[in-house]
Nanobody, 126 residues
Framework: VQLQASGGGLVRAGGSLRLSCTAS????????MGWYRQVPGKQRELVAV????????????TYADAVKGRFTISRDYGKNTVYLQMNRLKYEDTAVYYC????????????????WGQGTLVTVSS
């Protein structure tokens, strides 16, 4: 599975960006997809994860407290793509954002996913 992330850039505080991550290859190995971020000198941290259940009603999302109410994760299953809509961006959201995917829901939530994208830089100016 290959993950291609895009959408990062420079934005002023209070602005918005939308990140995209498209999976290709062995798509059947992808169940959960999510986003993590990392700043130099710090550990990579969870931003948002979308997990898939047996039924659509079992699908769920998980957000870091720092982004709740501002970021929204969504998936387009037909395009094998996960999005991260980021609104009301803050300076502290500046980081390299990575998408992650795995057939195991818990692995993406735990940060131990098998598949990772190359990262896209988001810079928020104050």
């Amino acid at each position: 599975v290959q993950l291609q992330a895009s959408g990062g850039g420079l934005v002023r505080a209070g602005g918005s960006l939308r990140l995209s991550c498209t999976a290709s290859g062995s798509i059947l190995r992808v169940n959960a997809m999510g986003w993590y971020r990392q700043v130099p000198g710090k550990q990579r941290e969870l931003v948002a994860v979308a997990t898939t259940g047996t039924m659509l009603s079992d699908d769920s999302t998980t957000y870091a407290d720092a982004v709740k109410g501002r970021f929204t994760i969504s998936r387009d299953y037909g395009k094998n793509t996960v999005y991260l809509q980021m609104n009301r961006l803050k300076y502290e959201d500046t980081a390299v954002y990575y998408c992650a995917a795995d057939i195991r829901n818990y692995a993406v939530v735990a940060g131990t996913a098998n598949y990772w994208g190359q990262g896209t830089l988001v810079t928020v100016s104050s």
